[in-house]
C-alpha cells in the first residue's frame, strides 16, 4: 500500500517497471478494512512517533476479529481510509514508518485496483474518474 506519492511503496526505478501508476490512484489500496500489523510494525510507529510501544498500540491500531490493525478514519472517497493517509495528497504520511504489508504490497508487478481504475477511465473519457470499487 501506497507508496512514495501515495500510500503505496514504489522506489523510482521500480516505478520504471511496474505496470500501474500510483500517482494517478486515489490510493484504493489505503482504504482497506483491514491493515494488518505486526509487533515490529508496532514498534516502528512507537519509534518514528517518540512514543513507548503501549502507547502506539493503543493511539494507531485496534483489533479487528482477532488481529490487530492500522485504525482508520472517515474518508471522503471510500468513505474509509487508513488513518495516516493524507487524504487530500493521497499519500501515507508515514511513509518510511509504514507497516509491513504495505511496503510489499501489491506484490506483483500489476495492481488490480488499478486496471479496473485504468479501464474505467478509458472507458469514460475522464482521466480523473473514480469508479466504486
Ligand atoms: S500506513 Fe496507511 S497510508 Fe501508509 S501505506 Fe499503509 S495503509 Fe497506506
Ligand atoms: S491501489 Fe494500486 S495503484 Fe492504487 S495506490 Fe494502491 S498500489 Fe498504487
Not at 60 to 76: E, P
Request: with cysteine.
Amino acid at each position: 500500500m501506497a507508496r512514495v506519492i501515495s500510500g503505496n511503496g514504489n522506489s523510482k526505478s521500480r516505478a520504471l517497471r511496474v505496470l500501474y501508476n500510483c500517482a494517478k490512484c486515489p490510493a484504493y489500496c489505503c482504504t482497506y478494512d483491514r491493515v494488518d500489523v505486526t509487533r515490529r510494525d508496532v514498534a516502528r510507529l512507537a519509534k518514528h512517533f517518540g512514543v513507548t510501544y503501549e502507547q502506539a498500540e493503543k493511539r494507531y491500531t485496534k483489533i479487528s476479529s482477532g488481529d490487530r490493525v492500522l485504525k482508520q478514519h472517515q474518508d471522503h472517497i471510500f468513505k474509509k481510509a487508513c488513518m495516516f493517509l493524507d487524504q487530500e495528497k493521497r499519500q501515507c504520511t508515514i511513509y518510511d514508518a509504514r507497516p509491513a504489508v504495505c511496503r510489499v504490497y501489491p506484490d506483483s508487478l500489476r495492481c488490480g485496483y488499478y486496471d479496473f481504475l485504468a479501464s474505467e477511465r478509458r472507458r469514460q473519457c475522464d482521466d480523473e474518474f473514480i469508479p466504486d470499487a
